[in-house]
């Protein structure tokens, strides 16, 4: 690992102060992914911020009925609530679905949205990758392609990302709340809280380097039947192959993109009075595949009509 310094934040302001005095500083929260990253070397900040003791750590209702989530909120905190559970059931399957006890005992909301990529070559600094080293090239194209993406990939990067939380949060609208250490703040929709690879896949989020991610914030739940649906290799412990989050009519897929994936072209052939296999058929016409994944497409199909069938029978019972 590359010596880094280490600082202690007690408050937003000093922690921005903090991270935008020192040139390679990072935020430090649960550490789930950045610690195993700077191991590798692929990660390499010179100083950590630790923003553990910020006062980010409660859910708080919201005037319109929705939930706010403090940024340091943990993924097994979330997935507990009783809030969430019962208004937000896709989102606590989603969290449940994720990773493992221990890592969500750890792991922040905010954390959860930032984590990189699990591409096999981002991890190995022997191969090419032009998220880990722009302009390196991407050794998945014509690689072990197994788990990469179907959907909105560019030439330069067909990583997806591996979140689930995120997932099922944009199928219910979250919108991400961010500081800055101007002292503004402003409001991202999720669904555009995270990019396309483009010819710049190192670029994953729209968070600028002086800003934190303070909360996320949810809408009051839709009319209608939610359900979290994760396809994976093994019953535990494994990233997603392809994830569906239905909530209502809201649809978001998961580990077929770049970001969490707004399923926007299944929604409006549903609320043009279609079947969800008519929404499958939709969202996936523009996709791709790059030979060892290719059968991700049929498996997406196949999730998105089951998952849809599920939350339809929910809301009707
Ligand atoms: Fe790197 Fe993206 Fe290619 Fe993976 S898919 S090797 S992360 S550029």
């Excluded at 600082?7 to 990072?26: H, I, M, S």
């Excluded at 507990?80 to 922040?108: F, I, K, M, W």
């Excluded at 099922?168 to 690879?197: I, K, N, W, Y």
């Amino acid at each position: 690992m590359k010596p880094f310094s280490y600082e202690r934040a007690d408050d937003v302001a000093g922690a921005l102060r903090a991270v935008t005095a020192q040139p390679g500083a990072k935020f430090l929260a649960g550490g789930t992914n950045l610690i195993d990253l700077m191991k590798l070397r692929i990660e390499t900040p010179a100083h950590l911020v630790d923003i553990n003791h910020l006062p980010l750590a409660e859910i708080q209702e919201t005037r319109d009925g929705g939930l706010r989530i403090g940024a340091l909120v943990r993924n097994h905190v979330l997935a507990g609530d009783r809030r969430v559970r019962t208004r937000y059931p896709a989102l606590s399957e989603a969290l449940l679905a994720g990773a493992s006890g221990q890592l969500r005992n750890r792991a922040t909301t905010a954390g959860n949205l930032l984590q990189r990529t699990r591409c096999f070559y981002f991890y190995n600094p022997d191969t090419p990758c032009n998220k880990r080293e722009p302009g390196s090239g991407c050794a998945a194209l014509q690689g072990l392609n197994r788990i990469h993406a179907i959907l909105g990939e560019s030439s330069a990067c067909i990583a997806t990302h591996p979140s689930d939380m995120a997932v099922a949060m944009t199928a219910l609208d979250a919108q991400v709340e961010c500081a800055s250490a101007t002292g503004a703040s402003r409001t991202v929709p999720l669904s555009d809280f995270h990019t396309l690879p483009g010819a710049h896949p190192e670029v994953e989020t729209v968070l600028k380097p002086d800003e934190l991610i303070t909360a996320v914030t949810l809408l009051p739940p839709p009319p209608g039947g939610q359900v979290y649906r994760k396809i994976r290799d093994r019953a535990s412990y494994a990233f997603a192959l392809v994830s569906v989050a239905v909530a209502g009519d809201r649809i978001a897929l998961g580990s077929v993109a770049h970001k969490p994936w707004r399923a926007t072209r299944a929604e409006a052939a549903l609320a043009a009075g279609g079947t969800p296999a008519d929404a499958a058929d939709a969202e996936l016409a523009p996709a791709h595949s790059y030979g060892a994944n290719d059968f991700k497409i049929p498996l997406a199909r196949r999730a998105i009509v089951r998952t849809l069938a599920q939350a339809q029978e929910i809301a009707r019972a």
